[in-house]
């Protein structure tokens, strides 16, 4: 696995964060390390529109709660590092992020491997009044996929 750096991880950007919106997106990021289900109370609108669900998934904070929670039981020692943001207009965040972590448990249909993952992905949220009321996210899942059904490690 590549080394990376352990600047910039969700946690730092969070504590670090010069506006509320940056400090919410990370936080959305840092709710997957910790497992904090509870937590997207804090961080989403009652009626967060997901613009990219997963398949079989709630919409809204329903949905958002049970990411979190597979994150949660299928991966341990996740950790996400913001690679770059940036803060639009309008309440917009873009955050692009690597996540790194191990695949201890049952996840997205897989069972554990005990294989290490290491992927990226991007996230656009708009905030208002100090939550996330809309979100669009990518994530490498092919790459995700690969890496815990085989071990196969990038490049």
Known sequence: MTTISTANTASEMVRSAT??????AARNLELY?????????????????DHNPAADTASGLDGM????????????DTQHRILFQQELPGGW?????????MHTGDAFGFAAS????????T??????DGKITEIYHVEELLKLTQQISTGAQPA
């Not at 965040?93 to 972590?101: D, I, S």
């Open 33 to 49: 390390d910790t497992g904090n289900v509870a937590g997207a109370d804090e961080v989403f609108a009652p009626d967060v529109i």
């Open 114 to 121: 005990a294989n290490p993952v290491d992927i990226t992905g």
């Open 65 to 76: 709660r049970a990411l979190i929670a597979a994150v949660r039981d299928g991966f341990t």
């Open 93 to 101: 965040v873009v955050l692009h992020w690597r996540m790194t972590g």
């Open 19 to 24: 506006t509320t919106a940056l400090r919410v």
């Open 123 to 128: 996230d656009i949220v708009r905030i208002a």
